[in-house]
C-alpha cells in the first residue's frame, strides 16, 4: 500500500525557536498533501492543504505566517512552525491523496515547545 | 455544511462478541464516507470507504460498514472482535463543496476485554 513518513517523530524545542516537520510520499507522487493538527483526546482538525507548486489553502484560523507550508515537489511537503510557543505543542500529521478519495497519512509528529 | 457525528466517545465490547461504532453524517449532494482507525501515538490508518455500490462496504482487518441512507448513518461493524481492535476510530466525510477536504468526527475510542 501508499506509504507516507513524517519526520522526525518527535521534536522538543525551546520557545521561540521555530520547527521543520517533512512529509514524504514513499512510493508515489502526491500532487495534493494535507497537514492536521490533533489535541489529546480530539479529531483532527484541518490546518492547511498543500498542493504541489502553489501556495497552500489555509482552514480559517490558522496563521499562514505562523505554520509556513512548502510543497516543493510531488513527494515532498514540509511544515515549519516558526518562533513556536507551548500552546503550538500538538501532534501534527500529514496526508497525502494518491487518487480519487482515500488519504494516506503519516504516523505523524509530536511536537513539544518547552 | 458537512458535518459527522460520532455520539459514543467510548465503546467497551468482550473479546468474541460483535462490535458496532456508530457514525451519522450530513451532507449536502452524495456523501463519500470514510472510516479511519488510529494506534496510540500514530497516524491514522484506511479501514474502508464507501462511494457508491453496495450499501455494506468490506474493509481490512475484518471490518465492514453499512451505509443506510434513510437514517444518514455509517456504522462501523465487526463480527468478532479482537483486544488488538483496540483503539481509536474515526468516521470522516469529504467536503463537496470543492476540493478533497475531509471533515473527521470526534472519535470513539473501542475497548475490547479479553
Known amino acids: 500500500g501508499a506509504v507516507v513518513s513524517q519526520h522526525p517523530s518527535r521534536v522538543i524545542c525551546k520557545s521561540g525557536t521555530s520547527v521543520k516537520i517533512e512529509c514524504r510520499s514513499l512510493?508515489?507522487?502526491?500532487?495534493?498533501m494535507f497537514w492536521y493538527r490533533q489535541f489529546p483526546k480530539q479529531s483532527l482538525m484541518l490546518m492547511a492543504t498543500?498542493?504541489?507548486?502553489?501556495?497552500?489553502?489555509?482552514e480559517q484560523g490558522v496563521e499562514k505566517d505562523k505554520f509556513l507550508i512548502n510543497h516543493a515537489s510531488l513527494t515532498l511537503s514540509t511544515l515549519t512552525v516558526t518562533s513556536a510557543h507551548p500552546e503550538d505543542s500538538s501532534f501534527y500529521i500529514c496526508?497525502?491523496?494518491?487518487?480519487?478519495?482515500?488519504?494516506?497519512f503519516g504516523p505523524g509528529t509530536r511536537l513539544t515547545v518547552l | 455544511a458537512q458535518s459527522v457525528a460520532q455520539p459514543e466517545d467510548q465503546v467497551n465490547v468482550a473479546e468474541g462478541n460483535p462490535l458496532t461504532v456508530k457514525c451519522t453524517y450530513s451532507?449536502?449532494?452524495?456523501?463519500?464516507l470514510f472510516w479511519y482507525v488510529q494506534y496510540p501515538n500514530r497516524g491514522l490508518q484506511f479501514l474502508l470507504k464507501?462511494?457508491?455500490?453496495?450499501?455494506l462496504v468490506k474493509g481490512s482487518y475484518g471490518f465492514e460498514a453499512e451505509f443506510n441512507k434513510s437514517q444518514t448513518s455509517f456504522h462501523l461493524k465487526k463480527p468478532s472482535a479482537l483486544v488488538s481492535d483496540s483503539a481509536l476510530y474515526f468516521c470522516?466525510?469529504?467536503?463537496?463543496?470543492?476540493?478533497?477536504?475531509?471533515?473527521f468526527g470526534a472519535g470513539t475510542r473501542l475497548f475490547v476485554k479479553a
Open positions: 496526508s497525502a491523496r494518491l487518487q480519487g478519495d482515500t488519504q494516506y
Open positions: 512510493d508515489f507522487q502526491a500532487t495534493t
Open positions: 498543500s498542493n504541489e507548486g502553489s501556495k497552500a489553502t489555509y
Open positions: 451532507v449536502s449532494g452524495n456523501p463519500y
Open positions: 464507501y462511494i457508491t455500490g453496495d450499501n
Open positions: 470522516a466525510v469529504r467536503d463537496n463543496t470543492g476540493g478533497f477536504k475531509t471533515i
